[in-house]
């Protein structure tokens, strides 16, 4: 183990954070568009509409059957062709996470909402609310609120999933690591570095997760 | 997407068939054996974590906490270029020279690894729900503990995990796809190969999507027939 050197590693720490600023930037925008698109997707699938319904379905059916690494590529591909210009692979990857989280996110919630029980729609509904305000304050309130840990978790698995970006040869956390570990020939070092933050980080994540789901069932 | 020059008929031409066709395959060949790792040591380390032994439930969750927290993708990466450089050096250099397949079998690990973690923590939580008062019953029919798991815990646990089993195939299928980056030719490195040879990606990619969903469908349809004749009766 003597001839590692991890001192190198100390070295690119300004390029290795540029990375997982990237990473993260990736995790939170992700999640939150993620979030909203899943909570409209939802609603599709749960609606009286046959077609929307359909849509839904198909669209979380096609997204949830597929790599996440094909999706990557997909958007990379498609993305400039629709818009007709070229957008940078940052955008490209923003928007395949989205829509791909967002097909995740879409059965949470659903879950959520279905777990909330039927007397209490019936209940607000008799108050004279209409349908949608019935939703908007009342159920999804609850089934975000119940949802916030499986949510959570879900945003800890895009984390991981970031790492795949580098395939459309944008430059995350594990991007930047694999330029660097190539060019001064220390692979071992940076990949275990890597490695060791990402423990660290989902770790500490899914940790605070579990107590965040404590404090949910406790209260 | 008014330049995009469309021609289905790529698909269809050599040697882009013969490369889905081989990307078809090797994605099979792939998961199969990731998931013969997976389930193997899932059920290996899902067997272990509850056990009555605390040092062993500790390996489990040393196990489980690290394999479930690195991205697949960082661990492929970790047992394609650091543990090579580990181990002795004429096992690295057969690794990395002499082992044919080399990336493919080194995907099998990795991935098949990740994803035992996963398959850990579902048997564990399987074996917790099997009632306590059957397996005292089974000690007291004169069964070993080792017996108990044989021939009562694990059999009841499969059968209720079922369903997460099924799911777990298909992430299983899904993250064949990986190994892409360390030059597995499966499915979607050939369409991606296809994409920049020809400039035909959507037709290639669709192939490829066609491919997963329909593979999908079918372990979805296969396992409900499974589901039928071997779920516990309610």
Not at chain 2, 115 to 121: D, F, G, K, P
């Amino acid at each position: 183990m003597s001839h590692f050197q991890f001192g190198v590693v100390l070295k690119s720490l300004p390029f290795l954070w540029s990375g997982l600023q990237i990473t993260l930037t990736l995790t939170v925008a992700g999640a939150a568009a993620g979030i909203l698109l899943g909570v409209l997707l939802a609603l599709m699938r749960l609606s009286k509409s046959r077609p929307l319904s359909w849509i839904a379905f198909i669209y979380v059916n096609l997204f949830r059957s597929i790599p996440a690494i094909l999706v990557l590529l997909w958007f990379y591909l498609l993305v400039p062709l629709i818009i007709d210009r070229p957008v940078g692979a940052f955008s490209s990857a923003l928007i395949a996470f989205v829509m791909f989280e967002a097909a995740y996110y879409a059965e949470i919630i659903r879950a959520g909402i279905q777990s909330v029980p039927v007397l209490q729609r019936e209940a607000a509904l008799s108050t004279g609310l209409r349908n949608w305000q019935v939703m908007l304050h009342v159920v999804l309130p609850q089934a975000l609120n119940m949802m916030t840990p499986v949510m959570l978790n879900q945003a800890i698995l895009l984390f991981m999933d970031t790492a795949l970006v580098s395939v459309i040869g944008l430059h995350d956390f594990t991007g930047t690591a694999s330029i660097i570990a190539t060019r001064d020939g220390k692979v071992v070092e940076f990949y275990t570095v890597i490695a060791v933050v990402y423990l660290c980080i989902c770790l500490t994540a899914s940790q605070i997760v579990r107590r965040l789901q404590k404090r949910l069932q406790a209260g | 997407m008014s330049k995009y020059n469309w021609d289905w008929s790529i698909l269809g031409e050599a040697p882009y068939l013969g490369w889905l066709v081989t990307g078809a395959e090797l994605t099979i060949a792939l998961s199969l054996c990731m998931w013969a790792v997976a389930f193997i040591f899932g059920s290996l380390i899902g067997v272990i974590a509850t056990s009555r032994n605390p040092l062993l439930r500790a390996v489990a969750t040393f196990y489980i906490g690290i394999l479930r927290n690195i991205p697949p993708i960082v661990q492929l990466f970790v047992w394609f270029f650091v543990v090579p450089e580990l181990l002795p050096f004429s096992w690295g250099t057969f690794i990395k020279r002499d082992l044919s397949y080399g990336p493919f079998w080194t995907s099998v690990v990795a991935l098949g690894l990740f994803l035992s973690a996963r398959i850990a923590e579902h048997l564990r939580a399987g074996l917790d729900s099997v009632p306590s008062s059957l397996v005292n019953a089974s000690l007291a029919t004169g069964l070993r503990v080792a017996q108990t798991y044989r021939y009562v815990r694990l059999p009841i646990a499969y059968r209720k995990m079922l369903p997460t089993l099924t799911s777990e195939f298909l992430v299983c299928f899904k993250m064949s796809a990986i190994s892409m980056t360390i030059g597995v030719a499966e499915i979607s490195a050939q369409s991606y190969q296809i994409e920049s040879y020809t400039y035909h990606g959507i037709e290639a990619f669709t192939a490829a999507t066609i491919f997963y969903l329909c593979f999908s469908t079918v372990i979805v349809a296969l396992s409900s027939l499974i589901e039928k004749r071997g779920a516990l009766s309610k």
